[in-house]
């Protein structure tokens, strides 16, 4: 009988070379600066980030122009190793969960998880913020989630566009997850692209194309979220 390897063995130990995400990518970054720096800027003094999943380290790169100081943690060899050919501090780990659950405790004012939450089954998921909660975040300190939208028009390309992809969520299972995970404050907002060249031109056709479509959603299911961007971001407290 032959038996049946975990994927993300073989698949995240060559991620970045395969999935060509070794370099730094300067449009990740600017959609980062526009979207989640305002989440950032009042902690700056108030302690330090745990980056999960920081894959090219764009996170990391803008908490040090915040002043903020930060770490990272990653499963994958080669884009730990392009983070530290950078001077980014990024610890590797084949075991997140026990790896989260070593960590100083409580000691986080923000754990963030920027396009990683969906990598993890729904299951894997809910233990993922579970430990965070109870383990890493400060009593005051806050998560904050970018995950893609199942709700945008193109979320099937989105979201099956990467191989490693496991769940996505909308506006309202977000929030249910987060609460599940014993979170408060939960605020979930739209995550666009930053309004420089030719972004500037598809964001009012994006926004013209919205209108139509939330316009068929108040119809048809007025009950639903009303967030169509591609990714949404999701803010709360511990």
Not at 94 to 103: G, R
Not at 123 to 128: D, F, G, H, N, S
């Amino acid at each position: 009988m032959v038996q049946k390897q975990d994927y993300r063995s073989k698949v995240y130990d060559t991620y970045g070379s395969v999935s060509g995400l070794n370099s730094y990518l300067s449009s990740k970054y600017s959609n980062l600066s526009q979207n989640i720096a305002p989440h950032l800027r009042n902690y700056a003094r108030k302690g330090n980030l745990l980056d999960i999943g920081s894959g090219q380290g764009e996170l990391l790169f803008l908490c040090r122009e915040l002043g903020l100081e930060s770490e990272g943690v990653d499963i994958s060899p080669e884009l730990v190793k392009s983070c530290a050919e950078r001077g980014l501090k990024v610890t590797l780990t084949s075991d997140l969960f026990a790896y989260l659950k070593n960590v100083p405790r409580n000691d986080k004012m923000i754990v963030t998880l920027i396009d990683v939450l969906e990598h993890f089954t729904k299951a894997e998921a809910i233990e993922l913020l579970d430990i965070i909660h109870a383990y890493v975040l400060h009593p005051n300190g806050k998560v904050i989630i970018q995950v893609p939208n199942m709700q945008n028009p193109f979320a099937a390309l989105n979201f099956f566009h990467d191989l490693t992809h496991e769940w996505a969520y909308t506006e309202h299972s977000i929030s249910q997850l987060l609460g599940i995970a014993g979170f408060k404050d939960i605020k979930v907002l739209p995550s666009d692209y930053p309004m420089v060249g030719m972004y500037v031109v598809r964001h009012w056709l994006r926004m013209l194309y919205y209108s139509y479509l939330r316009a068929i959603l108040l119809i048809d299911t007025p009950n639903r979220s009303s967030i169509i961007t591609p990714n949404l971001i999701a803010v709360a407290s511990a």
